[in-house]
């Protein structure tokens, strides 16, 4: 009837804004690694002089990157976990240092989409691995593979998502995550906000790939997903 088509398209509208908004999300608290796109064995990285460059990968908080929401909408300060210190503003083809102590000598980046899961993250200039400068992070522009980078958390890995009457809710990680038991994911394609439809494909497996945007079905309560 009439009131079941209300609650439906009010509950569609919930889901696709969810869908919409957490392809930007950052998980506040969560600790992230930043692969360069171009040279994927190195990660953005704060060394002993405090220098920024690209760093083989390895397990070092040096290597980890909270980002921190500035008044701008969709940008961040950078704050490297093993040094403590803040990204300050980078300027182009110059190398940089992390040497700011908090967010009012640091510089927000913003986090441009460029597709295939790759961002730049850009004041003005965009953060570069600079291959012919000894992998040392510069300013260039954000169109070049090694001006994007893959943004994966590292730490927390856990969520606790809560599923209302309709028995849906939508969900998006920056992490592999394990489907619960009792729950069923679909994967989102094509939603037409206007005509209240999405096509739904249904995940196999048990995890929910990173940065996978899904339509979660369970009965009302809490899941967790780690």
């Not at 869908?19 to 969560?30: A, F, K, N, Q, T």
């Not at 171009?38 to 040096?62: C, K, P, W």
């Not at 503003?89 to 110059?94: I, K, Y």
Request: hydrophobic share 35%; glycine share 8%.
């Amino acid at each position: 009837d009439e009131g079941d088509k209300e609650l439906i398209d009010e509950a569609f509208a919930t889901l696709y804004q969810v869908y919409s908004d957490s392809r930007i999300r950052v998980v506040e608290g969560c600790a992230y690694r930043l692969v360069n796109k171009a040279y994927q064995r190195l990660s953005m990285s704060v060394n002993s002089d405090m220098s920024v460059s690209g760093e083989i990968t390895a397990a070092s908080d040096a290597q980890l990157w909270y980002l921190e929401a500035s008044t701008i909408e969709g940008a961040y300060y950078l704050k490297n976990k093993g040094k403590k210190v803040y990204l300050g503003e980078v300027n182009r083809g110059q190398e940089m240092s992390a040497t700011a102590s908090s967010q009012a000598d640091a510089c927000a980046y913003t986090l441009r989409d460029m597709g295939d899961g790759a961002w730049a993250l850009v004041s003005g200039q965009s953060l570069h691995c600079s291959q012919s400068q000894s992998d040392n992070i510069v300013g260039w522009d954000a169109n070049v593979d090694a001006s994007q980078w893959y943004i994966t958390a590292v730490e927390p890995k856990l969520h606790t998502l809560s599923v209302g009457q309709y028995g849906y809710a939508g969900l998006y990680l920056p992490y592999e995550a394990r489907i619960p038991e009792g729950v069923k994911a679909y994967i989102v394609h094509s939603p037409e906000v206007d005509k209240c439809t999405v096509t739904l494909q249904a995940l196999t497996g048990t995890v929910i790939p990173a940065y996978t945007a899904v339509i979660i079905k369970a009965e009302e309560g809490e899941y967790t997903f780690d």
